[in-house]
C-alpha cells in the first residue's frame, strides 16, 4: 500500500461538511483540520499499482465543498 497526504481548501463555511463526507466514504485513514492556507489534511492508502492522480480526481475531488487540493506522495516512513 502506497500512502499519500492530501491538503483541502474547502468552500467558505463547508469545512466539517467536506471532513464529513470523507470520514463517510472511507477513503481516508485519517482527516484533521488545519490552520493556515489549507482547512483540512486527509492521509489515503492506495494499492501498489494504483495511480494516486486519478483515485484524487475521481474519489477525493468530486466531493462536495472541495475548492482547492494540493496532493503530498510520500516515499519512506520513519
Do not use: W
Request: charged letters at 25%; hydrophobic letters at 45%; one cysteine or more.
Amino acid at each position: 500500500m502506497k500512502p499519500f497526504f492530501v491538503l483541502i481548501k474547502c468552500q467558505l463555511g463547508r469545512s466539517y461538511d467536506v471532513a464529513t463526507s470523507i470520514a463517510d466514504a472511507e477513503i481516508a485513514s485519517e482527516v484533521y483540520s488545519t490552520a493556515g492556507d489549507y482547512d483540512l489534511i486527509a492521509k489515503f492508502y492506495v494499492e501498489d499499482e494504483a495511480d494516486i492522480g486519478h483515485f484524487v480526481n475521481e474519489k477525493v475531488q468530486r466531493i462536495a465543498g472541495i475548492q482547492d487540493t494540493k496532493t503530498i506522495i510520500t516515499f519512506k516512513a520513519f
